[in-house]
């Protein structure tokens, strides 16, 4: 109950700071939109700034989060707390120099990284110079995201969420700040989009450092480079951003495959994926992210039984959320988009192509929310190499079933071949995981799933309702707006009802997590 309790509590801490910087995330786009616009600058500007922002998510934010995490937690649980601060300074030492070199080395061969990321570029002298400047300013973000990825290893690893989550909505307020501010001081003003950025990323560091002055003498250097938990780390860092690389080649198969399809494909599984990523980080990724500290602890004192349980607590967590976004996306795919990005030169047919691959993509929200559980098992028992071999599984099947569905089903089919893969990839997870601890509480979590999924099914028929109601009587965006969020707050009525006449456990735990909140305050 305690590692409930914490479970939940720090899900509702990232959760809200996820949503935050999201919501945030979209103002940026359109500040930047209405200011660069689509030409020549913002090009150039989303070229630079992708390059280590690949980085951040090959290294800093994905392998050296999971990795660090259990090894600092078994050295907190069957050592002393000196130990494992002394190890957390090693790493901060080794780490600022790598990233320092990485970013000396990303201005020195900017131009070819360039050429690399963005060839068609060299065709347009002006266009090629300007990305190779933005690349120079930006690359040392490299350096900060870094560092605040291992003050989040930290931080998660101690109990403390909250520095750590709020990180990337410094990072919007520094770009939108920079943009509404120091535009008029730079010549181009794109240029001061990028300073905006090395400014989130400096803000970003500055927060964290009060939270880890205050758990003691985390801070400092030590150049003791043979600690062996330094090279247990590598260890595991070494597959698990193989990992994060298997993700982005899925990501390029997709958009070269796509780009044989008509015009208009790539750009409406783009938006799509826009979309289901919205409730994937707000509350999986973020579930995630809370849960690898409890399982990492229970793993380091060899208590299986207890990550076990924790696991099944999570896992049915992760579903009682995602099941009724699935077919919430799914019911209210188009008037979403219409709302969302239905202007321009965006018009009805590109918003009935993007909703039909935002249903593809939904159809796997719960199997993609999942994976992001049964993974940080996997990293909590120090193993990051059979998540990787596995994802290389999906992802191979993924394009065969891909290159299969493209022509009966066009874009649909890539979304659907998306979808497949990852519930392929949580089934065979399961399986392995299953074989590794043995019963994994299978009967209770398909139990919550199936209660769950009747009821995300039952409520999604009012919502239907209702939007046939309003769809073709829309005479504004305001107007647009306010129904839907009406028929969004009628579906969570509807589902939390059912979920709870149908004695839902998650609920029930919700509901007294709730009251224990409020009796303590």
Partial sequence: MEEKEKVTRAASIVSTATLLSRLLGFIRDMVVAYFFGAGLFADAFFVAFRIPNLLRRLVAEGALTVSFIPIFTDYLTNRTREEAFALARTTLTLLSLVLVALSILGILFAPWIVRIFAPGFTAIPDKFALTVLLTRILFPYIFFIGLVALAMGLLNALGRFAAPALAPVLLNVGMIASVLLLKDYFDPPILALAVGVLIGGLLQVLLQIPYLTREGSLLGFSFDFKHPGLRRIGLLMLPAAFGAAVYQFSVFISTLLASFLPQGSVSALYYADRLVQFPLGVFAIALGSAVLPSLSRQAAADDIKGLIDTLSYALRLVFFISLPAMVGLIVLA??????????????????????????AYAVGLWAFSGVQILTRVFYSLKDTKTPVKIAIISLLFNIGLAILLMKPLKHVGLALATSCSSMLNLTILALVLRQKLGRMQGRVIVKSLLINLAAALVMGLPVFFFRQFYLDQITSTLYLGLLVLVDVILGMAVYLALTIWWRSPETAYIRSFLRFRTRSA
């Fill in 334 to 359: 188009e008037p979403i988009i219409q709302l969302l990005f239905q202007r321009g030169h965006f018009d009805a047919a590109a918003t009935h192509n993007t909703g039909t691959a935002l249903v």
